[in-house]
């Protein structure tokens, strides 16, 4: 079992750890008969300025690995069904480009305001880093959690934790911050061109 | 001041000088749409909404006598008491109302949802596209003072129940969350079930 954060917290992750697994999970519809939630995990690349040096460090589920290969989402999932994982990505700390100083990691919910959907209807919300013992790992061990659950209502995006460079260490900063607007403001914010 | 809330907005309930509640009370209110019938038309039937709480531990119903509704006016921990069955929602203001006294209900209960689902729904053909200005809102029952309010704004045709909200602890105080999720349950009995 990994340690368990709370809002705000910074921790060093493992030097030795060479691949990183992101885990993000939700439930949604606790009583049913809604329509569908889909929440999408994204990372931004994020160089010194805060921003992405580029529109391709923005992977997402349209763009699902960065040019180096040091950022890959696993997939996107529409329902937020089941145990578990929903949404995956892997890091892998060797490839992140030097001038890479932060990656950001966020949760937002697809076509919310046509959905009237916000976080306030989602449980049991959580982001994990587990360390991988290889690139099939999709299980890893666990090193840190950070559960979502009472910090949101009304919001529809949310940077739940960034990753980052401290000397040459990583990093893990318990961010939890919501925001109106969705994904199209996330990126907006970061620089993305949307 | 009152909060008027949205849909999955969540909100922590204080005093108005900002110390714990003790007592509140839950207000849930609907009106009839007019409906136009032709002139063979059936008599009218008004429709009777029944509010209902159930006292969760671990978020789970436990027990059937966990549920509070027309049949069980109150609470065994007597923390939890519906003031009453109105048969035809007519009226101005609140139609049904729970009172709960948060500082005497036991620690193990740690969520009370409020549901209202339409009293023989399947055998009347009625269903939450018939009502429009349904709310469910918080009160400090000490000061008569709203605290918070939602109304419903969504389509809910062919819907025949509806989880308004849950008053839940969080961190040693009451937390209120909006949740308008409606489902086709035709009893109380079938809304429990989803608790159990």
Known sequence: MGVNLSKGQRVSLDKNMSMALVGLGWDTNKYDGGADFDLDASAFLLGANGKVRKDADFIFYGNLESSDGSVRHTGDNLTGEGDGDDEVLVINFSKVPADVQKIAITVTIYDAQVRGQNFGQVSNAYVRVARMANEGDMTGSEVLKFDLVEEFSIETALVVCEIYRNGNDWKFNAVGAGYQGGLEALCRSFGVNV | ?196
């Open chain 2, 1 to 196: 001041m009152s909060v008027n809330l949205q849909k999955g907005q969540k909100v922590e309930l204080k005093k108005s000088n900002g110390g714990a509640l003790r007592r509140v009370m839950v207000g849930l209110g609907w009106d009839e749409v007019q409906q136009s019938r032709g002139f063979f038309a059936p008599k009218p039937q008004d429709i009777d909404c029944d509010a209902s709480a159930f006292a969760c531990i671990n978020g789970r119903l436990a027990d059937v006598s966990d549920v509070v509704y027309f049949g069980n006016l109150q609470h065994k921990s007597n923390a939890i008491k519906h003031m009453g069955d109105n048969l035809t929602g007519a009226g101005e203001g609140d139609d049904e109302q729970i009172m709960v006294d948060l500082a005497s209900l036991p620690m193990n209960y740690d969520k009370i949802v409020f549901v209202v689902n339409i009293y023989q729904a399947m055998q009347r053909k009625q269903h939450f596209g018939l009502i429009r200005n349904a709310f469910i809102r918080i009160c400090d029952a000490e000061t008569n003072q709203e605290l918070c309010k939602y109304n419903l704004s969504e389509n809910y045709t062919n819907m025949t129940a509806m989880v308004f909200g849950e008053l839940y602890r969080y961190n040693g105080s009451w937390k209120f969350n909006a949740i308008g999720q409606a489902t086709q349950d035709n009893s109380v009995g079938d809304l429990a079930k989803r608790f159990a």
